[in-house]
């Protein structure tokens, strides 16, 4: 069988790095917006709303890129929202093909409208559920404290409240420059002391410090992006990679990568496609992952994002199931069940379609 668009897209995957707010369907946007009286879209039409959003993220600029946010976020302030867009995503999710996802958001944004913490993620949690019933779908929740405000050590606590109701691990976003990771110690700690999982939004518009931060003082388990990671590989002219300490130590410790390919484009963390990272990573076998980061933003599902590294680095259907079985064995899920996911799910999944490993 070919490696064509339908064959990758049947094919089983896995996502570690996608965010609630970025994800939302286009029409939801605008129906959530016109129920709750929010009058500052650009468009009431769902095809240039997509497209207003995909040409706002990409201007080559974390800060700008992040700026669309405040729509999405505007019309996720109550239970029903959060419920409504919690299930599309998990619906949306499972309708490409992902068997796990790993969905992060930050509930200190949704509480315009008198709603506290715990509701948030209540509301949230319950529109996972429903929306994952009967798809073929494990979603794991990833609780996001902003790295610009001074709540985290509380919204460390607050997942860690909701850990036995599907809460995987707790993570820092938001403009890296000038907000280092270890502003939140307290809260890195308090995971840390409480035996769950940590990922940190790291390397992405941020260099070297950034990652080295995030490993040594906060103990990352995965990286949130790490494309700048290659700041510290050198290629010669032969071809020979020379590892720098921090990128040693990343690959020693087979620290996850969490990278998005169009995303990094969009917000200039890659000048390109064919200049990312993620296909040199790849051959010098760290531990890649591929993700959408936000879907709506980039219009993009994990689907395309397999496709263009296909059409651009010439990956095959191995590569692809290589980068799946990374994904899963980085999971924040209990080591039984990410081992079945593998075993009877994505191992099978890959060799109906073809791949011979």
């Known amino acids: 069988m070919s490696l064509d668009a339908e064959t990758i897209r049947k094919a089983p995957k896995v996502l570690l790095h996608d965010h ?3 994800g939302l369907r286009p029409q939801t946007v605008i129906d959530l917006a016109a129920e709750h009286g929010y009058r500052e879209l650009p468009t009431t039409d769902a095809d240039d709303l997509a497209t207003w959003f995909t040409r706002g993220a990409d201007r080559k600029s974390l800060e700008l890129y992040l700026e669309g946010f405040r729509h999405t ?4 302030q109550d239970p029903d929202s959060l ?12 309708d490409d093909g992902v068997v796990y996802a790993e969905v992060r958001f930050a509930p200190e944004q949704h509480l315009e409208h008198g709603l506290d913490m715990d509701q948030v993620v209540e509301a949230v949690l319950a529109g996972f559920r429903k929306g994952s019933a009967d798809r073929g779908i494990t ?3 990833l609780i996001t404290a902003m790295r610009h405000a001074a709540h985290s050590r509380e919204v460390a606590e607050l997942a860690m409240r909701h850990k036995d109701e599907g809460v995987v691990g707790f993570d820092i976003a938001g403009a890296e420059s000038g907000y280092p990771p270890t502003r939140h110690l307290d809260a890195f700690q308090l995971i840390q002391r409480e035996l769950s999982h940590i990922t940190i939004h790291a390397g992405e518009a941020f260099g070297l410090p950034s990652i080295w931060e995030a490993l040594q003082f ?3 388990e995965r990286l ?3 494309v700048r990671i290659v700041d510290d590989i050198t290629v010669d002219d032969d071809g020979d990679a020379h590892l720098g300490r921090l990128a040693a130590f990343v690959r020693d410790n087979r620290v996850p990568l969490e990278m998005c390919p ?8 890659a000048p390109s496609l064919a200049e990312h990272p993620i296909d040199l990573l790849k051959r ?3 531990r890649v992952t591929v993700n959408t980061d936000n879907r709506l933003m980039s219009n993009v599902t994990m689907t395309s994002e397999m496709t263009a590294l296909v059409e651009t680095f010439g990956w095959t259907l191995e590569d692809l199931r290589w980068v799946t079985i990374n994904a899963m064995k980085s999971a924040f899920w209990p080591f039984d069940q990410r081992l079945a996911l593998i075993d009877d799910v994505i191992k099978p999944g890959y060799e109906a379609l073809g791949a011979t490993r």
């Open 224 to 226: 949130g992006h790490g």
């Open 73 to 76: 976020v505007a019309v996720m």
């Open 218 to 220: 906060c103990n990352a």
């Open 139 to 141: 979603i794991g929740t």
């Open 284 to 286: 010098l076998r760290y």
């Open 83 to 94: 419920m409504r867009v919690a299930q599309e995503c998990a619906e949306d999710l499972a």
């Open 20 to 22: 609630l707010d970025g």
């Open 262 to 269: 169009t995303s990094n484009v969009h917000s200039g963390a």
